[in-house]
């Protein structure tokens, strides 16, 4: 309780740190328009900006620059709507766009080219909001932005856990963001930056997964970007279950600007600004903006960087008990960027997280009695690096090339001992050591032969450094024994095509095609794709889409040795799956939204024992590295309906209900179908929340109340053979009885509150996330407890406070 006590002060000083008088305040919007496809500038395409709360307002006007930017200066803060339109183009209707003092809004506008049937000239205006950024996929995604990350209750900025308020995504635990798409494991899960495969980007993670408990993204880095939840476009591939797609902003090229966030998971800051040195003395508006196009038209620069270090040790330090265990991390992640006229634009960019959790243990018996995880000290650690350098060019109107140089690494590490009696004698019962390298050259080509026809099409060659090690102790021979060691290199090779062929604008066809080779043991998967969207008016559409998709196991598996010290799984092939997926969408009104999807995945080539017939298979695995000897004989199918109805943001409201019905079922050596671990049959959620405004027409301040309601039906555990369990001093289960046990159904009720202040170049947030407000004790499993010699079952997390405060000048 005492440091719920500590929490609770904190967030009192914070409520008071208002000690500024606020003003009638203004800031400047501003933003550049293209093309979507081929992402050249659109010159002259008009800009008319009016307030969301008043649509009674005379909008006001700009016209793009030779770059494709506009700007408009000193429009008083709150919500607006901007609709773009150019001749030939679909115009695009962006809402709720806000204004705060502390930062300037800088938009990326994209247009689709139309297609002009006849003699029709009026393109009906579209609102993008549920639209994916890629052009590419056309259903079973859609666009996340920063915003919905720290407005959903208990997101924490992590994409991740906001990604559970969407259909057919579930947690798999609520000690980390690990997260279950369609029934599929969680480490199916691909993660992309700057459109190239990263390693898993969360702090605390294990080898193999896709998930941590803390995210090391950065919101401040972050834009709008995608999320995919089956039938990926051709470009992704190493991927079973789903793809974030993310994409990094460019910091603001006119004004240096800053971001300070102090709360319980770290103390952030952040900095943005030009390249170029800022002049001084006052300047008239209309040199201002001079100032902006000259430099827009003679090559600019921009940079980005965030810093964050773990505020848990900071209050560890302070002297304030926050468990047993001292948890630190930290974090940082830049990215730098460079326009450079007819040579194209280059970027540098990166993230990297430090993360390490000690136990110090202690021979007490007394103290044991009281803590008994004293007696199995610990130390583990998980590193993550990634830093990439891109070049884009256009040539003409017609054409895009894309190139990226990227290099990563991860760490992870696990040093667990245990006091002996009588002796007390510290012995060590597990290490594990893994390190992995990987550098990444790619390059993909986007051109338009015109509005009907569009390709795009790429390569990506991989280089994957290792040394792996993991030893355990062993009871018979009372020493540790080696489980694997290997170190050494590979490739990978990836190369995809799609085209797109609109006869019209209500009809949209894809083709393409995904290779993905392993060079380890020359495996080889051609993937073919395909989609097709029919809307037979602007109220709803319809979507077919089917993909062929592919993963490489986690690279120990390949070298786990036997006895002998052979290789068991030098051959093993990829994992495949043929995913079906049918849309329809429905929108009523404007800001309304209706979707349900109905989808069938038949996983094949799955990782099975080999060595016996048993229910083992790759697909219930969480994460990590098996030793077993496998082969690719296992089966697997996800079937389900997935219903959502939404409404965006309007007036301060928006909601979205979820409701996904599946099952998720599996086949291992022994040919007999059983569910998988993660077959829940149901999963609903509710996520809504209310903003409010006051003081000055609710132009300076902002109260916002959040929640997210999540029910779903209970993961399965296989039977512990308590006998078996006694007789070797360890947990066994019923093999042959694998996942009968259904645990309890799951239920959560997160909350979040949020008030926003606005001053002079000043905007203050102060925000206020309980998960798991009703401290529901959700049964997450059971294990044999190798000391009371019973069986015994966790609980997943309690009730969490994740209080920040956040400036932005």
């Known amino acids: 309780m005492q440091h719920k006590i500590y929490l609770l002060a904190l967030a009192a000083s914070l409520l008071f740190l208002c000690p500024f008088k606020t003003f009638s305040q203004t800031q400047n919007l501003k933003g550049q328009v293209i093309d979507k496809s081929v992402r050249f500038e659109l010159i002259g395409a008009t800009v008319r900006v009016a307030p969301s709360d008043n649509p009674e307002a005379v909008p006001v006007g700009a016209i793009t620059d030779e770059s494709g930017r506009f700007r408009l200066a000193n429009l008083p803060l709150g919500k607006y709507t901007v609709l773009v339109t150019y001749l030939g183009y679909r115009n695009a209707v962006l809402t709720n766009v806000t204004l705060d003092s ?103 993670s294990n080898v193999g997964t896709s998930g941590g408990g803390i995210s090391i993204l950065s919101s401040q880095l972050l834009t709008n970007s995608d999320f995919s939840t089956g039938a990926f476009a051709a470009e992704y591939g190493n991927a079973l279950s789903g793809v974030f797609d993310l994409k990094l902003r460019k910091g603001n090229s006119d004004r240096r600007e800053f971001t300070i966030q102090a709360g319980v998971l770290g103390l952030d800051v952040a900095a943005e600004g030009s390249f170029q040195a800022e002049r001084s003395g006052p300047a008239s508006a209309s040199a201002r903006q001079g100032s902006a196009d000259k430099k827009a038209t003679a090559g600019i620069g921009s940079y980005l960087v ?88 256009i040539w003409g109107s017609r054409t895009f090339l894309k190139t990226a140089l990227v290099f990563s690494g991860t760490e992870n590490g696990l040093d667990a001992k245990e006091y002996l009696l009588p002796d007390y004698k510290l012995r060590q019962n597990f290490e594990t050591s893994s390190r992995q ?96 969207k029919y809307a037979p008016d602007a109220k709803q559409s319809f979507s077919l889409g089917y993909g062929l998709h592919s993963q490489v196991m986690p690279l120990g598996i390949y070298f786990v040795k036997n006895e002998e010290h052979q290789r068991l799984n030098p051959d093993l092939d990829l994992s495949k799956a043929h995913h079906l997926v049918l849309a329809y969408d429905y929108f009523p009104r404007k800001k309304l939204h209706f979707k349900s999807e109905l989808y069938y995945q038949h996983l094949f080539n799955v990782p099975v024992d080999k060595a016996a017939p048993n229910s083992f298979s790759m697909l219930n695995e969480r994460d990590g590295i098996v030793f077993r000897s496998l082969g690719n004989t296992g089966l697997g199918r996800n079937y389900g309906l997935e219903l959502t109805g939404e409404q965006f943001l309007t007036r301060g409201l928006y909601w979205m209900a979820t409701l ?36 000055r027409r609710g132009k300076n301040r902002s109260f916002g109340l959040n929640l997210k309601l ?3 039906g209970g993961q399965l555990d296989t039977p512990i053979d308590i006998e ?28 979040g509150v949020r008030l926003k202040r606005n001053y002079r170049r000043l905007t203050t947030t102060l925000t206020l ?29 309690p009730l969490i406070p994740v209080l920040a405060y956040r400036l932005e000048f």
């Open 102 to 204: 502390g930062k300037e809004t800088d938009l990326l506008i994209e247009l689709e080219e139309a297609v002009l049937e006849q003699q029709e000239v009026v393109i009906t205006a579209t609102i993008d909001k549920e639209k994916p950024l890629n052009d590419l996929s056309l259903l079973s995604t859609r666009t996340f932005s920063v915003e919905e990350t720290r407005r959903f209750a208990a997101a924490v900025n992590d994409p991740a856990r906001m990604a559970t308020s969407y259909a057919g995504v579930v947690a798999a635990d609520d000690g980390n963001n690990h997260i279950v798409i369609r029934g599929n494991a969680p480490n199916g899960l691909l993660w992309r930056m700057e459109g190239v495969d990263i390693p898993n980007p969360n702090h605390f």
């Open 306 to 393: 965030n810093y964050r270090y773990s505020t848990l040790s900071l209050i560890g330090k302070l002297g304030v008990p926050l468990g047993d265990a001292v948890t630190n991390f930290q974090d940082l992640s830049f990215n730098l960027w460079r326009s450079s006229g007819k040579a194209g634009t280059f970027s540098l960019f990166g993230l990297g997280g430090l993360s390490k959790q000690t136990l110090e243990g202690s021979p007490d018996t007394a103290i044991w009695s009281e803590n008994l995880d004293k007696r199995y000290p610990y130390v583990f650690l998980a590193n993550t690096g990634v830093i990439g350098m891109t070049h884009s060019k």
């Open 437 to 532: 390298t990987k550098g990444t050259l790619s390059t993909v080509l986007s051109h338009k032969f015109n509005a009907r026809h569009f390709i795009r099409t790429g390569a990506y060659f991989n280089v994957l450094g290792f040394r792996l090690r993991q030893y355990r102790y062993d009871q018979e021979s009372e020493r540790l024994e080696e489980q694997l060691k290997q170190t050494g290199t590979s490739e990978t090779v990836q190369a995809f095509a799609q085209w797109q062929y609109r006869p019209t604008d209500r009809v949209r066809f894809n083709l393409g095609v995904h290779s993905l080779t392993m060079l380890l043991n020359n495996k080889v998967s051609i993937e073919p794709r395909a989609a097709l």
């Open 660 to 695: 996904s019905l599946y099952r998720s079922e599996y086949r291992g050596s022994d040919l007999v179908w059983r569910n998988t671990r993660f077959d829940s049959r149901y999963a609903g959620s509710i996520t809504a929340g209310k903003e409010w405004g006051w003081n």
């Open 710 to 712: 999540i029910s779903t």
């Open 724 to 751: 078996a369990s006694k007789a070797k001093n360890e947990t066994v289960y019923v093999e042959d009885q694998a996942f009968a046990d259904r645990l309890p159904a799951y239920f959560r009720l997160d909350t």
């Open 769 to 797: 996330d309980l998960q798991n407000a009703t401290n529901r004790q959700n049964i997450g499993g059971k294990f044999f407890n190798t000391d009371t010699q019973q069986i015994e079952i966790w609980h997943q997390a």
